[in-house]
Nanobody, 129 residues
Framework: QVQLVESGGGSVRPAESLRLSCAAS????????VGWFRQAPGKDREAVACIENLNSKTFYADSVKGRFTIFTDKTQNTKYLQMNNVKYEDAAIYYC??????????????????????WGQGTQVTVST
């Protein structure tokens, strides 16, 4: 069974930084594109960032470009989301997800988030003074 585990969430002040982790224990993340998504209360789940395995190509939502970075540590079989200059509107539950292709375009073009195959349980990010 595919299992993704997010960690690293917590409470930060605006302009601070936070690093989220997405680890897999039963399979290698080196085969698939992996995405980070977030869902704030009352809002739809939205894509934040995605990274492809073969060419390390990355995609970012406009709202996080220049502030967030998605990257890979292959030795740890982990994908990270480095969040810098965090804003109030970044507060949400953050999820990592993978599908069956090494393509962020394919993953992010799915009409509904639940059409993406595998998800972690999420990690909460709170932004407050």
């Amino acid at each position: 069974q595919v299992q993704l585990v997010e960690s690293g969430g917590g409470s930060v002040r605006p302009a601070e930084s936070l690093r989220l982790s997405c680890a897999a224990s039963e399979f290698s993340l080196d085969t698939y594109a992996v995405g980070w998504f977030r869902q704030a209360p009352g809002k739809d789940r939205e894509a934040v960032a995605c990274i492809e395995n073969l060419n390390s190509k990355t995609f970012y939502a406009d709202s996080v470009k220049g502030r967030f970075t998605i990257f890979t540590d292959k030795t740890q079989n982990t994908k990270y989301l480095q969040m810098n200059n965090v804003k109030y509107e970044d507060a949400a539950i953050y999820y990592c997800a993978k599908d069956e292709e090494d393509s962020c375009r394919e993953m992010l073009s799915k009409p509904k988030w639940w059409e993406i195959g595998s998800w972690g349980q999420g990690t909460q990010v709170t932004v407050s003074t």
